[in-house]
């Protein structure tokens, strides 16, 4: 079964860091291009990174998120740093393989004193 896992969610002080992670098993090739987005009740999904041949980020994120892979374990990392009330959120990657667009169920991230 194919299918892509989040983790490293958590709740922060703001100012500080999480890296999450996006982990594809079942038969998933190679997770080469994926995004991550994030989801906050009552507003529309946002795309905060990506990757494919290139690195691209929101303007919302962009110097403090960095997204990455590491390809022998298949997983899709997510660095953020100086984290901000406002990045609270779902946090869910997503990629495409075979022409189906696939989608973890998402890890919390709140930043809170």
């Known amino acids: 079964q194919v299918q892509l896992v989040e983790s490293g969610g958590g709740l922060v002080q703001p100012g500080g860091s999480l890296r999450l992670s996006c982990t594809a098993s079942g038969g998933f090739p190679r997770l080469y291009v994926a995004g991550w987005y994030r989801q906050v009740p009552g507003k529309q999904r946002e795309l905060v990174a990506s990757?494919?041949?290139?690195?691209h980020y929101a303007d919302s994120v962009k110097g403090r998120f960095t997204v990455f892979r590491d390809s022998a374990s298949n997983t899709v990392y997510l660095q953020m740093d100086s984290l901000k009330p406002e990045d609270t959120a779902i946090y869910h990657c997503s990629s495409v393989y075979q022409g189906v667009t696939y989608w973890g169920r998402g890890t919390q991230v709140t930043i809170s004193s």
């Open positions: 990757i494919d041949s290139n690195r």
